[in-house]
């Protein structure tokens, strides 16, 4: 179990002492590996910005339509577990259909050196979700994922 680590081995060890029936995933839930561990933090202040690794999203419980109720992490029961992709441009950078020979007589700065990468970069995206496996607050296995576009 990839998402099983020495907080979660201890928390089922003193649960099964307890004699509490550990049968839900969530349990054995990690958020490592997602952005709820980490997230890209740009550095300094002004202009283009190098990235490093920050601190991860914290999950807010929200109360402005319904209050939460007390002791509700016992009562959870995960309906999906789902993984989304934004703003997904993969592009075959040597189509003969996107006219960058012309950009030099139209004055066009179109000139994107990152776009030869997008297909590795999406894969290497896929591999991590896959490595992950598992929706880290809840334990459940994936049940799809979507792209969103803006």
Same mark, same amino acid.
């Given at each position: 179990m990839a998402g099983f680590n020495r907080r979660s081995?201890? %928390?089922a060890m003193g649960m099964g002492a307890?004699?509490?029936?550990?049968? $839900?995933?969530?349990?054995?839930?990690?958020?490592a590996g997602t952005t709820l561990d980490v997230t890209a933090t740009p550095i300094g202040t002004s202009g283009y910005r190098r990235l490093t690794a920050g601190p991860g999203?914290?999950?807010v419980v929200r109360g402005d339509l319904v209050p939460a109720k007390s002791n509700r992490e016992a009562r959870r029961k995960a %309906?999906?577990?789902?993984v989304q992709f934004s703003d997904m441009?993969?592009? $075959?950078a040597q189509s003969p259909l996107r006219f960058e020979y012309l950009h030099p007589i139209m004055g066009s700065s179109a000139h994107r050196p990152q776009e030869a990468l997008t297909t590795q970069g999406s894969t290497s995206l896929v591999r991590r979700v896959n490595a992950v496996k598992n929706g880290p607050l809840t334990g459940?296995?994936?049940d799809f994922l979507m792209?969103?576009?803006n």
């Open positions: 081995f201890l %928390l307890a004699g509490v029936p550990l049968l $839900d995933r969530q349990a054995f839930a990690s958020p999203w914290p999950t %309906l999906t577990s789902f441009h993969i592009c $075959d459940r296995p994936f792209t969103t576009v």
